[in-house]
């Protein structure tokens, strides 16, 4: 089992500004999966925990160059690792190539196995080497024994599951907006209901015994299932609207946490362009898949991804 390669300056900017930050928010233990064309970074796909599922993908090229990847397990490699000690990583890396006013080599991470101190049972880390003019630096990250075959095939099945997307999409251009309505909700209550419906509507809601606190989101970008909302609608409350619309099979409703929703839209750190919002089939969970453009284009860059699936605390209705 082998892995080594260069991150490229584009991957450490992809890495240390961007997601790696966003995806320490999500959870501290995440898994790497490497594949001859891919890496993935993944939170909670084989866990039963009621936390997030996150889903970073990036095609090997927009990360490293001089990529080597062999294992039995048709060379694809997983290990669970702490999130927050990779972020330190990267960034020590990048003081040093920083400081070196003689320009450094670049960054080189590979696979390793290392005797730790007052062990007698070699380790598995992941190695970042930085070779400078005037010095060299060797940072060693602890991960997980790598997954067995077994292990893999049940992470590759669950990253296939959490590939499917829901029906009816709603974009979200302003989420900046949208984290200043539940940073004003967080104090209210735990639980949120979240109505998207094919008419571009994206309604949320929570409410205790006191108060009832609501947003709209109106004629946003509707992609899959769409439909025209009726005009005898135009004149009704948001809710009056929503409720109409899910007893037409024309919206879904579900619960989420408070928690789980401020925490997803950390994600904004990875500096997405725009997020998409839709309910899962049977309300299954709410996704949020989060749009890159290729700098100077609004052309979605597909080397890269990043979407959340939130769990859902009420099947709601559809």
């Given at each position: 089992?082998?892995?080594?390669?260069?991150?490229?300056?584009?991957?450490?900017?992809?890495?240390?500004?961007?997601?790696?930050?966003?995806?320490?928010?999500?959870?501290?233990?995440?898994?790497?999966?490497?594949?001859r064309?891919?890496?993935?970074?993944?939170?909670?796909?084989?866990?039963?925990?009621?936390?997030?599922?996150?889903?970073?993908?990036?095609?090997?090229?927009?990360?490293?160059?001089?990529?080597?990847?062999?294992?039995?397990?048709?060379?694809?490699?997983?290990?669970?690792?702490?999130?927050?000690?990779?972020?330190?990583?990267?960034?020590?890396?990048?003081?040093?190539?920083?400081s070196?006013?003689?320009?450094?080599?670049?960054?080189?991470?590979?696979?390793?196995?290392?005797?730790?101190?007052?062990?007698?049972?070699?380790?598995?880390?992941?190695?970042?080497?930085?070779?400078?003019?005037?010095?060299?630096?060797?940072?060693?990250?602890?991960?997980?024994?790598?997954?067995?075959?077994?292990?893999?095939?049940?992470?590759?099945?669950?990253?296939?599951?959490?590939?499917?997307?829901?029906?009816?999409?709603?974009?979200?251009?302003?989420?900046n907006?949208?984290?200043?309505?539940?940073d004003?909700?967080?104090?209210?209550?735990?639980?949120?209901?979240?109505?998207?419906?094919?008419?571009?509507?994206?309604?949320?809601?929570?409410?205790?015994?006191?108060?009832?606190?609501?947003?709209?989101?109106?004629?946003?970008?509707?992609?899959?299932?769409?439909?025209?909302?009726?005009?005898?609608?135009?004149?009704?409350?948001?809710?009056?609207?929503?409720?109409?619309?899910?007893?037409?099979?024309?919206?879904?409703?579900?619960?989420?946490?408070?928690?789980?929703f401020?925490?997803?839209?950390?994600?904004?750190?990875?500096?997405?362009?725009?997020?998409?919002?839709?309910?899962?089939?049977?309300?299954?969970?709410?996704?949020?898949?989060?749009q890159?453009?290729?700098?100077?284009?609004?052309?979605?860059?597909?080397?890269?991804?990043?979407?959340?699936?939130?769990?859902?605390?009420?099947?709601?209705?559809?």
């Open positions: 089992m082998k892995f080594k390669a260069f991150v490229t300056e584009n991957g450490v900017s992809l890495l240390d500004r961007r997601f790696l930050p966003a995806l320490d928010k999500m959870g501290k233990i995440c898994h790497l999966f490497l594949t064309e891919h890496a993935f970074f993944l939170h909670n796909l084989l866990t039963t925990s009621d936390g997030i599922q996150s889903i970073a993908q990036f095609r090997k090229q927009a990360l490293f160059d001089d990529y080597r990847i062999s294992s039995q397990n048709e060379d694809r490699i997983a290990f669970a690792f702490d999130i927050s000690l990779l972020l330190r990583a990267v960034r020590s890396s990048v003081s040093i190539i920083s070196e006013s003689g320009g450094a080599n670049r960054l080189q991470v590979k696979l390793v196995k290392k005797l730790p101190p007052n062990s007698t049972q070699p380790m598995p880390f992941l190695t970042f080497e930085t070779k400078g003019y005037k010095s060299a630096v060797i940072q060693d990250v602890p991960i997980s024994k790598p997954l067995s075959r077994d292990q893999l095939l049940q992470l590759q099945a669950a990253l296939d599951a959490a590939q499917d997307l829901p029906q009816t999409l709603v974009q979200v251009p302003d989420l907006r949208l984290q200043n309505f539940v004003r909700m967080k104090h209210v209550g735990d639980l949120l209901n979240v109505s998207i419906s094919k008419y571009g509507d994206l309604h949320l809601q929570i409410s205790t015994t006191l108060i009832t606190l609501g947003a709209e989101f109106r004629k946003l970008l509707v992609v899959g299932d769409k439909a025209q909302a009726p005009d005898e609608d135009r004149d009704l409350s948001a809710q009056t609207r929503s409720e109409r619309a899910i007893l037409m099979g024309d919206a879904q409703n579900v619960q989420v946490s408070v928690r789980h401020s925490k997803s839209l950390q994600c904004h750190l990875a500096k997405p362009d725009c997020a998409f919002y839709g309910i899962a089939p049977q309300g299954a969970c709410l996704t949020v898949i989060f890159f453009f290729i700098p100077g284009t609004r052309q979605t860059d597909k080397s890269i991804s990043l979407h959340c699936r939130l769990p859902v605390l009420d099947p709601g209705s559809s």
